[in-house]
């Protein structure tokens, strides 16, 4: 192997390295927890029907897990701090 090659690898596979060490550091954000309809609508303090609407009209975020209709947490904290 000639000596620019490997440099090459040697810069490669250090760049691999860090890489993996980033993604493998701890997430400062908290994991995105799944909340019912009515779990939702208490934090939002509103009721379950508003909610519905809501998310109908696109402006709070759901997931529907198998026959159930979830938000994420962080469709909460969207809506709270005005990013939707």
Request: aromatic share 2%; glycine share 8%.
């Amino acid at each position: 192997m000639s000596d620019r090659l490997a440099a090459a690898v040697t810069e490669l596979v250090a760049a691999l390295r860090d890489e993996i060490a980033i993604e493998r550091r701890p997430s400062n954000r908290e994991a995105d927890r799944l909340l019912s309809i009515e779990q939702a609508a208490r934090a939002l303090g509103i009721g379950r029907t508003a909610l519905y609407s809501e998310i109908g009209a696109g402006r709070i975020r759901s997931v529907k897990v198998g026959r159930r209709r979830l938000v994420p947490s962080s469709a909460i904290t969207e809506v709270a701090s005005g990013q939707e």
